[in-house]
């Protein structure tokens, strides 16, 4: 069966595949909230850029962490959740040949969920009663509500892990002795990611309901710190993954190559899923009450995990290569020339590859304990993650969508359409070059993130500050702008774009690679390695926190 | 060719990462330059009333050496308006009455995070002359931004 669909996609890609249409609705909802969810989150950004500069004063009715709050979570959470499920379904629909009724049903509840739980949590913001910022440390303590709405974005989350899990199984069932499709294979590790990240949080939210609403006395604010990052750092690596699958499945297609070795590609799936949960330490580093050791212990931990971001380097560059000498390229970087930099689809996914270079180099900083000192929430770190985030993950999306929209909505990439994604793209770059490359310095000088502006009373520091700040206001301009048209794209792509069929560009394997091995699938193990680095990582520092815990916390509003 | 290239590739790679760890481990263990981590509690709702946040001050316990003991609150510090001359060696133990604050004196390393239920503690030794700011980093409350005081160094 995997033999001859495979010599079909060969012969004919465009006769077999495809999302069907019942999929494709479910996708295109996600992908409507998901860039409904940037253009709000945007305008906040903004609206922050322009008030650090001290361009701009905030009517009396709304505040700037307010306003953070909710960029936080608009675009942390809600654009990059819903974007990847609508991503990874139609890719799951495309690779098992669409998905199964009930799974399909689970979507929609996932859908359904996520959209009460995100209305509840907005409306709270917006009342004023949840002004927490994104990570919503304890005792600081929102309206009950806006837990209970998070309840609702976990639960929706899940609904949609259970679909991917139900339906990979069953696929699996009906072809005994094949690997799955790698499309499938990196939504199963990103849903499995998902799923054991939202555990920790789970865990925190129900202890805050029933504090915040008086029932308990107090909270243990350092175990919910805690078991947030545990969530909040997988977080970042289940972007990572998505957008590798990006990178490694569908740019090598559109440059007109081969992917890499199947093989070392699920590797690099199966070391992320188990290796990353730890890495959540790294953004406790000068926390109280957890020791040297630990944090020494999760200095390694969090550089395991540029094992395979530097697999993936390598693999790109030789997909790159190869192909650019393929199309005649010749000498030392002559294959370079070769590559379709016009083209929208690579030249997105292109530039986030690249920007990882610096993500990456900057994370290693930021997990490194005495550099960590140095950076800890200073402006430093809101540019790494508008680098890594932000371009890395957010540059890649925006590339899939030009064919992952047209594909969805039985429509055609226009070279116009096209055209307009290549300003997108550069717009996007310089913007958040400028934006982030300031924040990085003004954050060595000290300038703190999540605090509105203010002149430290005159103090000279603050002032050194004041021409950087300038910067990040030039930066957000250029961004939204970025983001009215990277929006006007997607629904003009979904809605307006001349009717036709857009292919999906999946990459096939080099003639002469071998099989993959079928001990790639084995999930169970891989849960079960996944569970033990967790344990490793956080039985005994949780421990110590419950054993030694200090009398606890009542909740407090500070707003 | 390109199996080759992998592992030269991946064998530098991960030998700088190898480097860095142990750079890092060296200065925390043998330099005492590890990341603030005290691991004394307190009860928060009683820090006032509990020693040594009875007395919060400057108190100077050897040769030009002081410890700072310090509650931090929305939205100061206390004490404030901190003075101590110069090539002191100063040890801060801080505690915070209300939410998690962050105690950062940018030009310095000090950077910590302070939170309820718990003291942390970290030194510096100020060797130039001249007005620090200091600032919460840590987001606590609608005049977070107004959270922030000095220490004079003379
Ligand atoms: C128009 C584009 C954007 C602009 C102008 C912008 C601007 C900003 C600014 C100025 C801050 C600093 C706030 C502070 O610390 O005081 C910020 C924070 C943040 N941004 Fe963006 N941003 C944009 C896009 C994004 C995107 C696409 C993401 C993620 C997908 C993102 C995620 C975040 C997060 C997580 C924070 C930190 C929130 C917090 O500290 O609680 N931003 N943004
Ligand atoms: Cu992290
Ligand atoms: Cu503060």
């Known amino acids: 069966m995997e033999q001859s669909l495979r010599e079909t996609i060969h012969e004919n890609p465009k006769k077999i595949l495809g999302v069907n249409s019942q999929d494709a609705k479910v996708s295109l909802s996600y992908l409507t909230v998901a860039f409904v969810s940037l253009l709000i989150g945007g305008i906040l950004g903004l609206v922050q850029g322009l008030e650090r500069a001290g361009l701009i004063q905030l009517p009396s009715w709304l505040n700037y962490y307010q306003v953070l709050t909710a960029h936080g979570l608009l675009l942390l959470v809600v654009f990059t959740a819903t974007f990847s499920i609508g991503y990874l379904y139609a890719n799951l629909s495309h690779a098992l040949g669409g998905l199964l009724p009930k799974v399909r049903k689970l979507a929609w509840t996932g859908f359904v969920l996520m959209i009460i739980g995100v209305a509840m949590v907005v409306t709270m913001i917006v009342l004023n009663e949840a002004s927490v910022l994104y990570t919503f440390y304890p005792p600081l303590a929102a309206h009950p509500i806006f837990y209970i709405g998070l309840v609702f974005v976990v639960l929706g989350i899940w609904a949609c892990c259970f679909g991917v899990f139900i339906n990979y199984r069953h696929w699996r069932k009906n072809h005994p002795g094949e690997v799955t499709p790698i499309l499938a294979f990196f939504t199963m590790g990103v849903f499995v990611l998902w799923f054991f990240a939202s555990l920790g949080v789970t865990i925190e939210v129900f202890t805050l309901i029933p504090w915040s609403m008086g029932l308990v006395e107090t909270t243990n604010v350092m175990v919910a710190r805690t078991l947030f990052w545990w969530f909040g750092h997988t977080l970042v690596n289940i972007w990572y993954l998505v957008a590798i699958s990006a990178w490694y499945v569908f740019v090598p297609r559109i440059i007109g190559g081969r992917h890499f070795s199947d093989k070392l590609i699920r590797l690099v799936v199966i070391l992320v899923v188990i290796l990353n949960i730890p ?213 003009n792509m979904m809605f307006f774009a001349p009717k036709g069929n857009t292919e999906y560009p999946v990459a096939e394997p080099e003639d002469d690679e071998t099989p993959t091995p079928m001990w790639t699938e084995r999930w169970g193990l891989w849960i079960v390695l996944l569970l033990m680095v967790v344990a490793m990582a956080y039985v005994v520092p949780i421990v110590d926190m419950l054993l030694n815990a200090p009398p606890g916390s009542p909740p407090i509003r500070t707003w | 060719m390109q199996h080759r290239l992998e592992e030269i590739w991946m064998t530098i790679s991960v030998g700088i990462l190898v480097v860095f760890m142990i750079i890092i481990g060296y200065q925390t263990f043998a330099l005492g330059m590890g990341p603030p981590s005290h691991s004394e509690t307190i009860d928060p709702q009683k820090v006032e009333q509990i020693a040594p946040f009875d007395d919060p001050g400057v108190k100077e316990i050897a040769e030009n050496e002081y410890e700072v003991v310090m509650i931090l609150q929305s939205f100061g510090f206390n004490p404030s308006n901190i003075e101590v001359p110069v090539g002191a060696e100063v040890h801060f133990t801080m505690t915070s009455k209300d939410v998690t604050h962050g105690f950062q004196v940018p030009g310095t390393n000090i950077n910590a995070m302070v939170m309820p239920g718990h003291i942390q503690k970290i030194s510096h030794t100020f060797k130039e002359p001249g007005n620090y700011l200091v600032i919460c980093n840590e987001y606590c409350g609608i005049g977070h931004q107004a959270m922030s005081t000095t220490i004079t160094v003379k």
């Open chain 1, 279 to 491: 890495g959540g330490f790294h953004h406790q580093i000068i926390d109280p009450a957890i020791s040297q050791s630990i944090k020494f212990l999760h200095v390694f931990m969090s550089l395991s995990i540029a094992v395979p971001s530097l697999m993936t380097a390598f693999a790109m560059f030789v997909v790159f290569e190869r192909t650019g000498r393929r199309l005649g390229g010749k000498g030392l970087l002559g294959w370079l020339k070769k590559l379709p930099w016009g083209d929208v689809r690579f030249l997105a996914p292109m530039i986030a590859m690249i920007s990882f270079i610096f993500g990456g180099a900057g994370g290693i900083v930021n997990t490194s304990n005495q550099l960590n000192q140095v950076i800890h929430n200073t402006m430093w770190v809101v540019g790494h993650f508008h680098i890594t985030v932000g371009v890395s993950v957010v540059l890649t999306f925006f590339g899939i969508c030009y064919w992952l929209i047209p594909h969805l909505s039985k429509r055609k990439l226009t070279p116009k359409m096209n055209k307009i994604g290549i300003i997108q793209t550069l717009i996007w770059t310089v913007g958040m070059i400028i934006m982030s490359g300031s924040m990085h310095i003004v954050g060595l000088l000290g300038d703190p993130r999540r605090t509105s502006d203010t002149t430290y009373g005159g103090h000279e520091a603050a002032a050194s500050w004041v021409p950087f700040e300038m910067l990040f206001a030039v930066g957000a301009t250029l961004l939204l702008i970025g983001v009215i048209i990277q929006v006007y794209a997607v629904f």
